[in-house]
C-alpha cells in the first residue's frame, strides 16, 4: 500500500482539514513508507553501517521536513488534529488486555483480529496502534538515538499537557482494573491472607488518586512522596497475585485464574512504564521505551500458540506431576516387584481375552459404523475399568505414566557426575523391564485364553465363537504389510491422550472440591450417611483419573477411527493386546492348518511392531508434555545414551530380568 507512495506524493498529501479516517490512513502510509525502500531517486539507499533502513528513512524524512518549512508546517499541522482527535489513554492503558478476565474470551479476541481487517477509522488509539507498527518494527525503534529522538519530539508537537494527561489518565484506569481484579473472588480467595492485611488493593486507589492530585497541584515533593508510595503499593499487589500460584499448585488449576493473575502482573507492569515517563525529567527516553513496550505487545497479540503454551503450562505441570507420582508404582525395581508387575499383567491379559470376544460380537450385529464404534468403545472402557478395580494392568497404558516419573528423574545441569548418571540409567532400565513385563504378561495371558475358548466353542458346539469370515478378516486388517505400524502409531497418541484427560479430570476435581462435596453435603451424607459419603470422597479422590484415563482411552479406541471415517480420513487402532487376541481367535477359527499361511505370519511379525510403537509413541509424547511443563532442556543427550548402551553391553539381561 504505502510502498508505492514516493516521499513528495506523501508529504503533500497531508491534509489536517481531511476526515479524520483519511488523516489515520496518511500516518500508516507514512509507516508503510518508513518500512520499505523508496520509489524516490532523492531518498537514500540502505547499507550506511549497519543503522536499519526504516531508521535511515525517518532521518532523511526528517531532512526533508526540518529543510521546508512549508512542508512542516502541514505535516505538524495534520498531527495537531491527529492528537486532538484520537483517545491516546485508550493505547497506554487498554493495548494488551482482555476486555474480559477470560482465556477463552482472549483466544476469540486474537483470532479475530488475525482473520478480520482493522480499520484507520476510529478515535481509539489502541486500535490504529495496530495498523501504525507491526512486530518487525521492534528492531529499528530500539535503535533510535538520542538525536534523532529529539528531533522526532519536536515534529510530533504534542503539547507537554496533553501527553501527560493522556498517561495520568491511563494510569488511573489501570489502577482500577488492578483494583478490580484484585477484589475478584477467584483471585481474592486464593491469595495468602498475610498479604492483604494492609489491603494493598484498595489503597493502591487511593494512592493513585493522590498522586494525580499532586501532579495538578504542581508539588514536586507530593508527586515524588505518593509516587515512591505507589510503587511500593504495586510491589505489594503483584506479591498477592502471585500466591495464588500457590494455591493453584496445592488445589487445582483454572487456566482462567491463571489468565487473571498474568494480566495483573501485566497491568501492573505497564503503570510503572508510565510513572516513569511522567515522573522522569527528560520523558523522551522514558516514552520511547513505553513504545517498544507496546510495539512488542503487538507482536504477542498477534500470537496465538504462545499464548496457549503459556497458560496451560500450569495445567500440565498438574498433569506430569500426577502421573509422576502415579507412574513410580508402574516401575519395578526389584524381583518382587518385577513378578508383582507380571501377575498384574496376567490378570489383564484375561479380561482383554473377554473383551476379544465381545468385539467380534459387535461387530457381528452389523449395526452402523458410529453406534458399532460406540459399543466397541464402550466395551473397551469397561474391560479396562475392570481392570484397573482389580488392580491389574494393561501394559500400554504404563508409558504416558511412567514418563513423566522418568523426567524428575532427568540428570540436570552441568557438572552431574557419575553416581547421578548411573542412577538415572537403572531407573531407564527399571522402567524397560517393567514396559516387558506388562506386555508379555498381557499377551501369556490373553493369547491362550482366546484359543482355549476357540477350541472349547468347536468341542462343545462344533464350531468356534469366531468363525472363518471375520478370521480371514483379521489377517487380512493385521498384517504387517498393511497400514498397521501407521494404525499403531495412531493408537500410542490415543493412550497419551487419554492420560492427558486423566489428568485433566483429576484437576478439575480438585479444583471444584468435589471430594470435599461428597464428603460433606448434606444431601449426600443424609442419603449415603457420614461414613459412607467419607468413604466415596476418599475413593473417588483417590481413583478419578483411573476411571477417567480408562473411560476415555476406552471410548477413543472404538469412537475415534469411526468419526474420522465419517470425514473420510480412513484410520483405524491397534492395540497390543487386543490385536493379539484377535489373532489368537483367528488361528482358533481357521484351525492349525493357519499356521501354514504367510499371513498368518505376517501377521504374528506384526505384534512386536504394534507394541513397540503404542509403547514408544506414547511414552514420547508424555515425555515432552514432562519435560516442557518443569522448564527442563535435555541436556548432555550424547552422554546419556552412550551410558544405557553401556549398560546395555554390559549387562543386556538387565533390561529383561532383574538381578535381585
Known sequence: MGSTWDLTALVNAADARAPQAERHLWLVRLMEWLRHAPTAPSAPAA?????????????????????????????????????????????????????????????????????LPGTPETADLA???????????????EAIDESTLSRVAALLATPD???????TEAVIILVSAVHASGYAPALRLRMDRELLVNEPFRQLTIGSNALRQALADGSQDEVLQHSRMLRTLLDACRRAAASVSDHLEAYGVSVDIVYEVDQLRARTRRIELLLDALLAPQPQPELLRLLRELVRVAGQQRGIRAVMARHYSLLARRVAERHAETGSHYITRDRGEYLGMLRMALGGGAIIAGTTFVKFAVVAIGLSAFWT??????????????????????????????????????????GNDEATLEAFVDRVVQLIRSQIAGIVGNLLACAPLVLAVQWLAVAVFGQPLVGEPPSQYVLHSLTLLGPTALFAAFTGVLLFASSLVAGWAENWF?????????????????????????RWA??????????????SLGMMLGLVPALLGFVGVPLDVRHVTLST??????????????????????????????????????????????????????????????????????DPLSFIWPRA
Open 127 to 141: 486500535d490504529l496502534f495496530q495498523l501504525l507498527f507491526e512486530p518487525e518494527d521492534l528492531s529499528w525503534i
Open 581 to 650: 487376541g484377535q489373532l489368537a481367535a483367528a488361528l482358533g477359527g481357521l484351525g492349525l492348518q493357519a499356521l501354514s499361511m504367510p499371513a498368518f505370519w505376517w501377521c504374528a511379525a506384526a505384534i512386536p511392531v504394534t507394541a513397540v510403537l503404542n509403547l514408544t509413541v506414547s511414552f514420547w509424547l508424555a515425555f515432552r508434555v514432562a519435560l516442557r511443563s518443569r522448564g527442563i532442556e535435555l541436556r548432555e543427550r550424547h552422554r546419556i545414551g552412550a551410558a544405557i548402551q553401556a549398560r546395555l553391553r554390559r
Open 538 to 551: 476418599t475413593w473417588w479422590r483417590a481413583n478419578i483419573s483411573g476411571v477417567a484415563a480408562n473411560a
Open 47 to 115: 547499507g550506511e553501517g549497519r543503522t536499519p533502513l526504516p531508521l535511515l528513512r525517518l532521518r532523511h524524512l526528517l531532512n526533508v521536513v526540518e529543510q521546508h518549512p512549508a512542508v512542516r508546517a502541514q505535516v505538524q499541522g495534520l498531527l495537531s488534529a491527529f492528537w486532538r482527535d484520537i483517545d491516546a489513554a485508550a493505547l497506554f492503558a487498554d493495548f494488551g488486555f482482555g476486555s474480559r478476565l477470560s482465556l477463552r474470551s482472549e483466544l476469540l479476541g486474537r483470532i479475530r483480529r488475525r482473520l
Open 510 to 534: 480438585v479444583f471444584h472440591r468435589l471430594d470435599s462435596a461428597i464428603a460433606w453435603n448434606p444431601r449426600i451424607v443424609a442419603r449415603l450417611g457420614a461414613a459412607r459419603a467419607l
Open 161 to 167: 499537557a496533553a501527553w501527560r494527561a493522556a498517561l
Open 373 to 414: 464404534g460406540f459399543w466397541a468403545g464402550a466395551n473397551y472402557a469397561v474391560s479396562f475399568l475392570v481392570v484397573m478395580l482389580l488392580h491389574w494392568t494393561v501394559a500400554t497404558k504404563q508409558p504416558a505414566m511412567t514418563a513423566p516419573a522418568l523426567a524428575d528423574s532427568l540428570p540436570r545441569g552441568e
